[in-house]
């Protein structure tokens, strides 16, 4: 987003037979300044902001309308042409590049340069992180011939929500299995955020306790699905938690070929010194640490977890790099502590799961509703959200560790999820009131058109 300053240059004559070029230059400049004008006024705001958003994207090149929902072959960036196994195709589900633009976030150290690149803006029913990894899985479940998919998480997953629309998009059956509450798990799972777009597309909804997932665990319970549909004549993929394996650690080794391109294009010569993004599943963050390590980015990665404790998290991100033969040792690249030294190491992982997954403080909701007041970007309250809190906790904690740098925030989506905390939010909320109405307005019955 950036401001444009439109000349107003003179008119030319147009009774000079020399000036009619002139004349049509000068009325399509006029134009322009006139539509920059009324955008000021606040009457084409929409319009101007897609485009200048279009404009400050990277020269990587946008997709057109006829790439949408395409299978193609895929090519590698040369940094990790050497990784095994390399995807043969990706299906395009996502809207990229996504923009990144400064953030001017409260409560930032002095000097420090926010910016957030807007994966939220991937798409609308298919929003989020989650659609960069599903444009390899979805593409290996056509390769694979499948007619079903099948993936499990929490009963508000972003993941299960995209990757049910994804499946409607290519004419696949969907089948969630959603954990939920003991109490719960007999009932109607309602039609709150995440849920209302998994039923409309048809998704298929299995409810499992959180006793029962415990105990068998996610690979057994979709197991368990595959050997019943497959019993019943269906040719199931299976897509793990969050599509966080190998294949899908793709989608963010190429989310860092994109800000390469994003910041080349630029004439500042912008350059990042860190990259903060959340972590609940792992594939994300194992994507753009990799990504950033091997390319030209190399900012340290810092992620938030959301749940699980760190030496999870160092263990499932080497099983990710081993399985693309990346040689790299997670621990070498990954620096998992408390944030209280003055050194920065490769890849950060730093607890922001407060209560539990899912689960937030009335200090996080409020933290939530400033920062949607304060800059008008909307966090979800399950990862993005507690990740920013955690972020300026520990800036505040400790400012001369992040002083004067430049940080990229990742934004992962899940605005649904706030549907889910409507209830606890309520309290939050104020800026409304009945309109008084003077009686010395004039009435007239029928004055006002209801459509």
Not at 118 to 125: A, F
Not at 222 to 231: P, R
Not at 389 to 415: C, S
């Amino acid at each position: 987003l950036h401001e444009t300053n439109y000349p107003n240059p003179t008119r030319p004559d147009p009774t000079r037979p020399e000036c009619k070029l002139k004349e049509k230059q000068w009325r399509e400049s006029n134009v322009e300044r006139s539509e920059a004008m009324m955008m000021m006024r606040g009457l084409v705001t929409l319009s101007r902001v897609k485009l200048e958003l279009v404009r400050s994207m990277s020269a990587t090149s946008v997709p057109s309308m006829a790439d949408f929902l395409t299978k193609k072959p895929y090519s590698p960036p040369s940094w990790a042409s050497h990784l095994l196994p390399i995807p043969s195709h990706t299906f395009s589900l996502a809207h990229l590049p996504t923009p990144i633009h400064r953030w001017n976030l409260p409560g930032l150290p002095h000097g420090t340069e926010l910016w957030i690149k807007r994966d939220d803006y991937t798409g609308m029913e298919l929003s989020g992180n989650k659609v960069r990894k599903l444009e390899f899985l979805m593409a290996e479940a056509v390769n694979q011939l499948a007619d079903t998919v099948i993936t499990i998480g929490g009963i508000q997953s972003n993941h299960c929500r995209a990757t049910a629309t994804a499946s409607n998009y290519l004419n696949l059956n969907s089948h969630l299995i959603l954990r939920t509450s003991k109490l719960l798990a007999d009932d109607d799972p309602g039609l709150v955020g995440n849920l209302l777009v998994e039923r409309l597309v048809g998704a298929n909804v299995h409810l499992i306790s959180k006793e029962e997932y415990s105990s068998i665990g996610s690979e057994a319970l979709t197991n368990a699905l595959k050997e019943k549909l497959e019993k019943e004549g269906k040719k199931p993929y299976v897509i793990p938690v969050g599509g966080s394996n190998s294949l899908g650690t793709w989608g963010y080794i190429e989310a860092a070929r994109e800000i390469e391109e994003q910041l080349k294009s630029r004439s500042e010569g912008l350059k990042f010194d860190d990259i903060v993004v959340a972590c609940g599943s792992g594939g994300t963050i194992a994507g753009i640490s990799l990504g950033s390590w091997l390319g030209a980015l190399k900012a340290k990665v810092h992620a938030f977890s959301v749940c699980d404790d760190p030496d999870y998290f160092y263990d499932f991100v080497q099983g990710l790099l081993d399985g693309l033969q990346a040689g790299v040792n997670s621990r070498d690249i990954v620096s998992i502590h408390n944030y209280t030294g003055s050194e920065f190491d490769s890849f950060i992982i730093l607890q922001a799961k407060g209560k539990g997954y899912a689960m937030n403080t009335s200090e996080e909701l409020k933290f939530l509703k400033e920062v949607a007041s304060s800059t008008g970007v909307i966090l979800d309250p399950v990862y993005s959200g507690k990740a920013v809190y955690g972020m300026i906790n520990e800036m505040t904690k400790d400012p001369k560790n992040w002083e004067g740098r430049k940080i990229l925030f990742i934004h992962t989506g899940g605005l649904l999820g706030l549907y889910d905390k409507v209830d606890q939010m309520a309290s939050l909320m104020g800026n409304w009131c009945r309109m008084d109405v003077s009686e010395s307005v004039p009435r007239k019955d029928g004055v006002g058109k209801m459509f």
